[in-house]
């Protein structure tokens, strides 16, 4: 589905974003994964090529709240693959505490990354994008992007703001072709939520109509038909793959 492809995922390392990674590459894209540090790079880069030795992937750790680094790492996946078709925003933190123990330092820091970093890599693809005429951005939100939570005001203020940044874009970058969309998965497993008991995921499944936790691959599944042609018409959408757990 993503034959002749070149795209980069921020936060390839682990969790949705290796998962997207994976499956970008076993339909025919070529893959620059970005981590926040050379070492996850690298054990995520052995790990795929165990899988798959001839697989098109390398991996860089810019510091994504840093524009210029942003800027020279999409040219140098640019200059090394002949172009970046895909984007995926994917890196992202989460945050728990009420708001008597949330510091501004905290806050800041979660808008740093959720937020910030995903309008440095909208802005350093889209010179590239609009020259090739088409391009496609994948942001990642959040079922709390819909009613927020009851604590860590942060990440739900944030994945907010990543479903403005992605309605707008697509408004802004349509006539170039580029179409921007989000992926708003529910409770996901990845290492976060394997590491609590059986007892606690069973409570967090119940109330969710499809009775369970969604799996990376069925959120990577998400990123897959969004980046393909298969989406063509589709922009400016923000895709819950939740188990309709907000809804
Ligand atoms: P994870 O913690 O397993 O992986 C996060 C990724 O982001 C890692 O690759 C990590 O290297 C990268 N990252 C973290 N801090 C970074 C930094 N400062 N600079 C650069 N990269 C950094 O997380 P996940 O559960 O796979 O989440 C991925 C995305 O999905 C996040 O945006 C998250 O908000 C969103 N999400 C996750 C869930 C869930 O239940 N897992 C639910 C909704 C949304």
Redesign the pocket.
């Known amino acids: 589905m993503l034959n002749g492809k070149n795209a980069i995922v921020?936060?390839?390392?682990?969790?949705?974003?290796l998962a997207v990674v994976r499956t970008f590459l076993h339909n025919g894209a070529k893959v620059a994964l970005f981590?926040?540090r050379e070492a996850?790079v690298q054990r995520a880069l052995t790990q795929l090529r165990e899988e798959q030795p001839d697989w098109p992937v390398m991996g860089l750790w810019p510091d994504?709240t840093d524009y210029a680094a942003v800027e020279r790492a999409v040219q140098e996946v640019a200059q090394t693959f002949g172009g970046v078709d895909i984007l995926v925003n994917?890196?992202?933190?989460?945050a728990r505490e009420p708001l008597a123990d949330y510091s501004p330092e905290a806050f800041r820091s979660i808008m740093d990354?959720?937020v910030t970093a995903v309008f440095h890599g909208c802005k350093a693809v889209e010179p590239i994008m609009r020259a090739a005429g088409k391009g496609c951005i994948i942001n990642?939100s959040?079922?709390v992007s819909l009613y927020g939570q009851p604590s860590g005001v942060g990440y739900p203020t944030s994945k907010f703001a990543v479903n403005g940044l992605t309605r707008s874009l697509a408004r802004e970058l349509g006539r170039a072709g580029i179409r921007v969309n989000a992926v708003a998965?529910?409770?996901?497993r990845?290492?976060?939520?394997a590491a609590l008991p059986q007892e606690l995921v069973d409570r967090i499944s119940a109330p969710i109509p499809l009775g369970r936790i969604g799996e990376p691959q069925e959120v990577a599944n998400a990123y897959l038909f969004l980046a393909s042609d298969l989406a063509s018409y589709v922009t400016g959408e923000i895709l819950s793959v939740d188990g309709a757990a907000q809804t």
């Open positions: 921020t936060g390839g390392t682990r969790g949705i974003g981590g926040s996850s994504l994917n890196a992202g933190i989460s990354l959720n990642t959040s079922m998965p529910g409770v996901t990845t290492d976060m939520v």
